[in-house]
């Protein structure tokens, strides 16, 4: 059974990462999200399949500025420990460091572009475009912006 890690920031993107759930069953499954006091009772209904990295935003951009350092060598680390063979991703921030480490080790990148972009790239979006085996927009509009990606439609 494939290993797949499941991963996003928290909020909306987490939201439409768990709109995948009815995959959890066909696969060795982890989540990977950060941890903030409204999803911290993922663990409640997933168990010890749901791993944390740090919160933190670009608006605080001095906090951001440590968070996210620490949350690359933690993505690392769990990635190790894990060992996926494919990530699945819906964004953002927290999502690349995994996906350029996956892309290192050779492994399986699907990238879910968010649903909340019907007409402009993300960042993340614009930066693991490149390195996905499967880059999904969820608008045809994005296709313009994305020649590469597969249009895959809403996940909700």
Same mark, same amino acid.
Request: hydrophobic letters at 40%; a positive charge.
């Given at each position: 059974?494939?290993?797949?890690?499941?991963?996003? &920031? *928290?909020?909306?993107?987490?939201?439409?990462?768990? #709109?995948?759930? +009815?995959?959890?069953?066909?696969? #060795?499954y982890? /989540?990977?999200?950060?941890?903030?006091?409204s999803?911290?009772?993922?663990?409640? #209904?997933?168990g010890?399949?749901?791993?944390?990295?740090?919160?933190?935003?670009?608006?605080?951009?001095?906090?951001?500025?440590?968070?996210? +350092?620490?949350?690359?060598?933690? &993505?690392?680390?769990?990635?190790?420990?894990i060992? +996926?063979?494919? /990530?699945?991703? *819906?964004?953002?921030?927290?999502?690349v +460091?995994?996906?350029? /480490?996956?892309?290192?080790?050779?492994?399986?990148?699907?990238?879910?572009? *968010?649903?909340?972009?019907?007409?402009?790239?993300? =960042?993340?979006?614009?930066?693991?475009?490149?390195?996905?085996?499967?880059f999904? =927009? #969820?608008?045809?509009?994005?296709?313009?912006?994305?020649p590469?990606?597969?249009?895959?439609?809403?996940?909700?």
């Amino acid at each position: 059974m494939k290993k797949v890690m499941f991963i996003s &920031s *928290t909020g909306g993107h987490l939201n439409e990462l768990l #709109q995948l759930s +009815p995959l959890f069953k066909k696969y #060795q499954y982890t /989540i990977v999200t950060e941890k903030t006091d409204s999803n911290v009772s993922l663990r409640n #209904q997933y168990g010890n399949k749901v791993f944390y990295l740090a919160y933190a935003t670009k608006h605080n951009m001095l906090k951001y500025m440590f968070v996210f +350092p620490f949350n690359c060598l933690r &993505s690392l680390y769990l990635y190790l420990k894990i060992r +996926p063979d494919v /990530i699945i991703s *819906t964004g953002s921030h927290t999502a690349v +460091p995994m996906c350029y /480490i996956a892309h290192f080790f050779k492994k399986k990148i699907i990238y879910i572009e *968010t649903f909340a972009n019907i007409y402009t790239k993300t =960042v993340a979006g614009k930066i693991v475009y490149p390195i996905a085996d499967h880059f999904i =927009v #969820q608008w045809e509009s994005m296709l313009e912006l994305y020649p590469d990606a597969e249009y895959g439609g809403w996940i909700f």
